[in-house]
């Protein structure tokens, strides 16, 4: 996350303006961590607002469907071009794209008091308010959900693998409610119903595993479970729910930085998120909700909100605090 260390930077001065920060940190890994933050104005026009702020989010989601979605397949053979029929609709810059759209539009809209009368958590309640929802409508969808026995053309899919057994079909038994494993999972249902299973990511890290036996050259054994075979999309449409939702988490950062101009405040107050997330998303991950990265579970949420939130931290302390000394 890179910010400016002037606070002129972000607020110029005789501008009455609330600057949108939204962090939509993802993964465990730094680079992961450092995705783009966007920083956007928030007008005294609220459509107005609302519009541009759907045009980068449009662009965006643009930008990730020309990059992920296989417009660069088949560069050295004559395959080469774009197959609308198994374009990948969803990727890392689709998510992106939508946590930054809901985070936008929680800033624009959502009304919230003066904060140095009731501090950052109860003047944007309603942001937090909408994150609790957008929580429970995850984890509803994600354990209540019935997934039914599915089945899927091998030939008609993109796979390229052959079909066990010589057939063109595989079969896979669920009937189970609330299955977190790969094979079962309603987030994949749901991508399946909706994208359609030729839209989905063809390699997923399901296929590492070792019950699939993945080979050296990164064939799928014969003698694999048919789901081994199957394609699954880790940014689909229900773990971006839970990506939105870090998006609103990195907003809350954003307010103490634009309306707090010491350092002691602003770092007191960042280590308080983050520590809370910190100890939530641990204390879910005990009770029995994994760290999930490809359904992007509550607990993983927190847990890398957290993260994300103590590297920033420690980047401000050292380029704003020890090095510039302001």
């Excluded at 939105?244 to 950062?253: D, R, T």
Aim: charged share 10%; hydrophobic share 45%; proline share 5%.
């Amino acid at each position: 996350m890179l910010l400016p260390s002037s606070p002129s930077l972000l607020m110029p001065p005789g501008m009455g303006f609330t600057w949108l920060i939204s962090s939509c940190l993802f993964f465990f890994s730094l680079l992961e961590f450092l995705l783009p933050s966007f920083i956007s104005q928030r007008r005294p026009h609220r459509t107005q607002a609302t519009w541009k702020a759907f045009a980068r989010a449009l662009n965006l989601f643009a930008l990730g469907i020309l990059l992920q979605g296989g417009y660069f397949h088949g560069v050295t053979s004559l395959t080469f071009g774009v197959d609308i029929q198994r374009i990948r609709w969803l990727g890392i810059l689709q998510r992106i794209s939508i946590g930054y759209i809901v985070a936008a539009l929680c800033e624009i809209w959502l009304p919230a008091p003066r904060w140095k009368e009731l501090g950052f958590v109860k003047s944007y309640y309603w942001q937090w308010f909408v994150a609790v929802i957008l929580l429970a409508l995850y984890s509803g969808l994600l354990y209540g959900l019935y997934v039914p026995d599915w089945q899927f053309d091998v030939s008609a899919s993109t796979s390229s693998l052959p079909p066990i057994g010589g057939g063109d079909i595989y079969m896979v038994n669920c009937s189970v409610r609330g299955d977190l494993g790969p094979a079962c999972n309603s987030a994949g249902m749901i991508d399946r119903y909706i994208l359609g299973l030729d839209h989905l990511y063809r390699k997923p890290v399901y296929r590492n595993l070792k019950g699939c036996n993945m080979s050296a050259k990164g064939q799928v054994s014969d003698s694999s479970p048919s789901w081994c075979h199957a394609p699954f999309d880790p940014e689909g449409i229900l773990s971006s729910i839970t990506a939105a939702v870090s998006c609103i988490i990195g907003l809350q950062y954003g307010h103490v930085l634009a309306h707090l101009q010491d350092h002691k405040g602003r770092l007191y107050n960042w280590m308080c998120f983050s520590l809370s997330f910190l100890a939530l998303g641990l204390f879910l991950a005990l009770i029995g909700i994994p760290l999930n990265k490809s359904l992007y579970t509550v607990s993983y949420m927190l847990l890398t909100s957290a993260a994300s939130g103590l590297t920033f931290i420690a980047l401000y302390f050292l380029v704003d605090v020890h090095v510039t000394g302001v």
